[in-house]
């Protein structure tokens, strides 16, 4: 059974759509099994708690919907306003995404994470996740990193020579030569996806299903750590999803297994398993855990 589906997947190989033209393949970096497994398994349902905003730890002028996924921040001048999730975690390897149209984030535009006491209002235009110890923030219009107030270099970094050293990725020295080489910085899409490893202490973020590295290490350890994002462009709406996360146990065989073909088949032939030399019950797991 394993060498006939072998022949069958390599022999489609060449059938894979082409690249895609985005400028974010070429910054990819390896995905540990546990994030591959999760990146590619069902969210969960979209009514779960670890999806809502607070409804306490945030600025008043961030407007909170009814389903608490969705804040809206008001037309206010001269002031930088922040929410946090409702929900933290102080272990696990953990996936939020995050939906902010582009059009609607202005300067001063930050997602990141904080401890329970980050600061959520501030007055004039200021980063308000990574503006203090408390938060670590990723400021999508220039691509800067912050924490304690200081910006830490670019994100993401250029990739390394080989993929052991991409994977330990470390953000640049604001003072680095090298940060000139973002004097255009990405175009951040609307979905970023913030990955939260709380066993192994960092942060990073996917765009555009590309996995771009840690962009922060030696986060603190068994505290409660937040999703946060900070604003200071009325009307911009923010929505939070909770998709999935993973204890700190390696991915169980028939979840890698199932994530092999799968990456196999590729997007373009995701909803045909039913072709494939496999049982029925293992063809309807193949579609129930995407």
């Known amino acids: 059974m394993g060498l006939s589906l072998s022949a069958w997947l390599y022999s489609r190989a060449a059938d894979s759509p082409p690249s895609s033209s985005s400028a974010f393949p ?11 497994v999760i990146l590619n398994s069902s969210p969960v349902p979209p009514g779960d708690s670890r999806s809502h905003w607070s409804s306490v730890h945030r600025s008043p002028h961030f407007l909170l919907s009814a389903c608490k996924q969705k804040v809206t921040r008001s037309p206010v001048a001269l002031s930088s306003d922040g929410v946090r999730a409702e929900m ?8 939020w995404e995050v939906l902010w149209t582009p059009d609607h984030r202005g300067s001063h535009a930050v997602m990141g994470i904080s401890r329970q006491d980050c600061p959520l209002q501030a007055s004039g235009y200021n980063v308000l996740v990574g503006g203090d110890t408390q938060s670590w923030g ?18 993401p970094g250029k990739r390394r020579k080989c993929d052991s050293e991409a994977a330990d990725f470390k953000p640049q020295s ?12 990405l175009h951040i899409l609307e979905r970023v996806l913030l990955v939260l490893d709380a ?92």
């Open 88 to 95: 933290g975690v102080k272990s696990g390897l953990h996936v």
């Open 174 to 185: 604001s003072s680095s030569p090298d940060t000139k080489v973002a004097e255009t910085p």
């Open 26 to 36: 070429p910054l990819a970096v390896p995905t540990c099994s546990r994030l591959a």
């Open 199 to 290: 066993d192994a202490g960092t942060l990073g973020f996917v765009v555009d299903g590309i996995f771009l590295g840690v962009a922060f290490k030696d986060l603190p350890r068994g505290v409660d750590l937040f999703p946060a994002v900070s604003s200071v462009r009325g009307g911009a709406t923010i929505q939070l999803r909770y998709l999935n996360g993973a204890t700190c146990d390696p991915p169980a065989l028939m979840a890698l297994c199932g994530l092999s073909i799968r990456q196999f088949l590729g997007q373009q032939r995701q909803s045909q398993t039913d072709k494939l030399p496999l049982p029925p019950f293992l063809q309807h797991y193949l579609l129930s855990s995407h």
């Open 138 to 155: 990723w400021e999508l219009k220039t691509n800067q990193l912050w924490h304690g107030g200081q910006s830490l270099g670019l994100y």
